[in-house]
């Protein structure tokens, strides 16, 4: 077996499209989209290269075919957060030979060990963590778009190279057909006693409002998180403008008090369905397909992609009650065909979100993991820690 590193257009094609022989016959599988894993290596678009630093290797087998891919990447900010200097490894894909996989996450090991970690998690995004983050360990469905989606005997060949899992990610699924579950209905009535509290969808003819709004929100409610960045405001924007086309306004929910931006639910259409015969290109018919589906909403499933409430209002019940606005505005919508709603993943870390995630009617749909490797093996290894648990209530 060898490996090679990713230095040039044709092998960064060969590390997208080995993919094929990896789940050739696996029909749950859908290829992410070529542009969008492209966009986490160009050194011009991602900005986490300003900070930190990645490579990519294919491996072949003897007849130069490739058998598994791997890429590792270190972040200031993430490296920091950690006891140890972490870092990260991602889109590994491999196939069933232990002695292969050795060889990938061996490379990213000694890699990450010159730049000064200590330490590597995975797999993990080089960037957003709400894209490919995690190991699917339970739920094997179709992965919704940029989800990862893996073979199970992954997790074997992750566990018997020593990586052990760090925490574990809970992905809800909701029938959002029914009403919002009473108490989410209770917390809204009651809010809305206070004329200050208001609730309103995004509308794209005023996406720098929204994207101002979506800074402040996230930035305050999860500045306190283990390596957590802030995004600025033409990040966002950016962001927005992007996702525009495939943007349903009605599912982009904002709360607020007296005017100010205090909470937010947001869903986007998973566009996974339509892209699964697209084969990780979008070329002109194939945006005309995804548009098409897209207004005629053919699919009846959305994401719910993010979920935010500002320190001071939450325990206020602003959680629950956003969810039942958000209700309220898709419900009316006589066009809207959404049925299912598939929740972003929570980490089992965060005992209070996963809380509410099943107060709103979410029901447990999968789990994913993020492994952690010590590159000491003497060092004790230790779970991520629970937000409101001390280490020596942990312990």
């Known amino acids: 077996m060898k490996l090679i590193e990713v230095i040039d257009k044709k092998q960064e094609q060969r590390f997208l499209d080995m993919v094929t022989r990896i789940y050739k016959g696996e029909n749950r599988y859908i290829r992410p989209m070529d542009r969008d894993l492209n966009f986490v290596f160009d050194r011009q678009k991602n900005k ?22 791997i890429a590792a990447f270190y972040e200031e ?45 995975g797999p993990i995004n080089f960037g957003d963590k709400r894209a490919w983050w995690g190991l699917l360990i ?3 469905y179709e992965p919704t778009y940029q989800l990862n989606y893996n073979h199970p005997y992954y997790q074997k060949l992750l566990e018997n190279f020593g990586a052990q899992i760090y925490y574990k990610q809970v992905v ?11 108490d989410s209905i209770k917390c809204l009535n009651e809010l809305r006693k206070d004329p200050g509290y ?3 969808y995004l509308h794209k003819n005023n996406l720098e409002k929204y994207a101002r709004d979506f800074a402040h929100i996230f930035n305050n409610s999860w ?27 009605n599912l982009m929910i904002f709360g607020y008090y007296k005017g100010e931006a205090i909470s937010f639910f947001l869903m986007i259409p998973d566009i996974n369905p339509i892209i699964r015969k697209f084969n990780g290109k979008m070329g002109l ?5 995804l548009k098409y589906h897209l207004m005629r909403q053919t699919y009846p499933k959305c994401f719910g992609q993010t979920f935010g409430v500002v320190p001071e209002h939450q325990g206020t019940g602003a959680d629950l009650a956003i969810v039942a606005a958000a209700a309220e505005f898709i419900h009316p919508d006589p066009k809207n065909r959404y049925a299912h709603m598939e929740m972003t993943w929570i980490g089992d870390w965060n005992p209070k979100m996963l809380a509410v995630a099943k107060k709103v009617g979410g029901v447990e749909y999968k789990n994913y993991a ?23 209530e942990a312990s």
């Open 48 to 69: 986490q290269f300003s900070k930190g630093d990645a490579i990519r290797w294919i491996l072949e087998d003897e007849k130069g075919q490739p058998i598994g891919r």
């Open 77 to 121: 900010v993430y490296a920091q957060t950690a006891a140890q200097p972490t870092g990260g490894f991602g889109f590994f894909e491999c196939i069933d030979d232990q002695e292969a996989a050795n060889m990938l996450l061996g490379a990213a090991r000694k890699w990450l060990e010159t730049k000064g970690m200590e330490a590597m998690d």
């Open 138 to 140: 339970m739920g094997f």
């Open 172 to 182: 809800f699924q909701r029938d959002i057909t029914e009403p919002a579950p009473p």
């Open 198 to 200: 208001t609730f309103d």
């Open 223 to 249: 500045g306190k998180h283990e390596g957590f960045s802030p995004v600025d405001l033409k990040t966002v924007l950016k962001g927005f403008q992007k996702a525009k086309p495939i943007l349903h306004e």
């Open 285 to 289: 018919w194939q945006k005309i397909q």
């Open 370 to 392: 993020t492994f952690r490797y010590l590159f000491d093996r003497t060092k004790p290894f230790h779970r991520h820690p629970i937000i409101g648990v001390s280490s020596e």
